[in-house]
C-alpha cells in the first residue's frame, strides 16, 4: 500500500451527514482514527526500513516527512473548533 494515497485519502472530507450534533462527532472520530492509523502504518513502514542492513536514507527521510505531515494534521484537527448546534 502507497503512504502517499493512504495520506491524500485521510484528508479526503467525510461524506455529509445529518446536521446532528453527535454525527458531527462521530465523523471527526472517524477522521481522526484513519489520520491515526495513517501515522502508525508510517510508524511501522519507518521501523521495517530501519531494521535493513543499509535502510534507503531517501526512503527514511520520505517517511519521516510523511509521518511529521501526518502529525501536523493531527494536531490541526485537535485544535480546530467543533460546531455544536
Known amino acids: 500500500m ?3 494515497a493512504c495520506l491524500f485519502l485521510s484528508s479526503a472530507p467525510d ?3 445529518e ?3 453527535f454525527e458531527e462527532e462521530l465523523t ?3 477522521r481522526m482514527f484513519r489520520l491515526m492509523l495513517v501515522h502508525q ?3 511501522e513502514a519507518l521501523e521495517r526500513e530501519r531494521k535493513y ?3 534507503d536514507p531517501f526512503k527514511l527521510s520520505r517517511l519521516k516527512k510523511m509521518k511529521l505531515r501526518t502529525k501536523d494534521l493531527i494536531h490541526r484537527f485537535m485544535r480546530t ?3 455544536v448546534g
Open 81 to 83: 473548533p467543533r460546531r
Open 15 to 17: 461524506p455529509p451527514i
Open 53 to 55: 542492513r543499509v535502510p
Open 2 to 4: 502507497r503512504f502517499e
Open 28 to 30: 471527526m472520530s472517524r
Open 41 to 43: 502504518q508510517i510508524d
Open 19 to 21: 446536521s446532528n450534533a
